[in-house]
């Protein structure tokens, strides 16, 4: 596609609901990217992919987050039990090599847990 | 760990001022510095990379930042801005296989 698509662009849920975002890179990218921005914050590094496997995933802050790229193109970011402190946006990039190369963002995914 | 510093979190400006907005590191080793911008309503875009060679890199629209290696620090500067250059500015960090590290950013206002 001509960008990083991510949907959705919105979500509101409560409190101890799963929730899953998903992520369409640029096509031919192998390296896709999950980051999280809270307010005020800059972008933090959740995981990263290279292919189908997770290359690193020291980002993730506890066991209820979990992401999985399948095919080697798209991406879902699942949240478990979600707590009202996961509500931030969700950031995929991706990029056609991995490390240090120039990341393409999407637009995000908001998510509000209530 | 890696860190990033920006300092300033909000910095407001008249139009054709000059500006510098400030970036500091901390790391030892060799790094690859970049600025990211995101304008209002958009996503998150690359405004310019430094890996190696010359320190000043010039990046799109006018844009230029110098990487000082004795000070850690890779500070963005414009001579003249423009009300279009409103937006956030992210510094960000990278070294070896790791991931990128991001400053918290600052918000730039241009005022007419």
């Known amino acids: 596609g001509a960008g990083v698509s991510q949907t959705p662009s919105n979500k509101v849920t409560e409190k101890g609901k799963y929730v899953e975002l998903r992520c369409d890179p640029i096509s031919g990218h192998t390296a896709l990217y999950w980051y999280r921005q809270s307010l005020g914050q800059g972008p933090e590094f959740l995981i990263y992919?290279?292919?189908?496997?997770?290359?690193?995933d020291s980002g993730l802050p506890n066991d209820r987050f979990f992401a999985v790229r399948p095919e080697g193109s798209v991406s879902t970011l699942k949240i478990q039990r979600t707590e009202r402190g996961d509500s931030a946006v969700y950031l995929c990039a991706s990029s056609a090599l991995g490390p240090p190369g120039e990341l393409f963002f999407g637009e995000g995914s908001r998510l509000t847990v209530l | 760990a890696q860190s990033v510093s920006q300092h300033n979190h909000h910095v407001i400006l008249s139009e054709a001022a000059s500006l510098e907005l400030g970036c500091n590191y901390s790391y030892g080793g060799t790094v690859n510095l970049f600025w990211y911008v995101q304008y209002p309503g958009q996503h998150l875009q690359l405004l310019l990379k430094y890996f190696s060679g010359d320190p000043l890199v010039k990046g799109i629209k006018g844009f230029e930042a110098e990487f000082i290696k004795s000070k850690f620090s890779f500070n963005l500067r414009k001579p003249s801005v423009q009300w279009s250059d409103t937006a956030e500015y992210f510094c960000?960090?990278?070294?070896?296989?790791?991931?990128?590290?991001f400053g918290t950013g600052t918000r730039l206002t241009i005022i007419p």
């Open positions: 960000a960090l990278h070294f070896g296989n790791e991931k990128l590290t």
């Open positions: 992919f290279q292919g189908t496997g997770a290359a690193d």
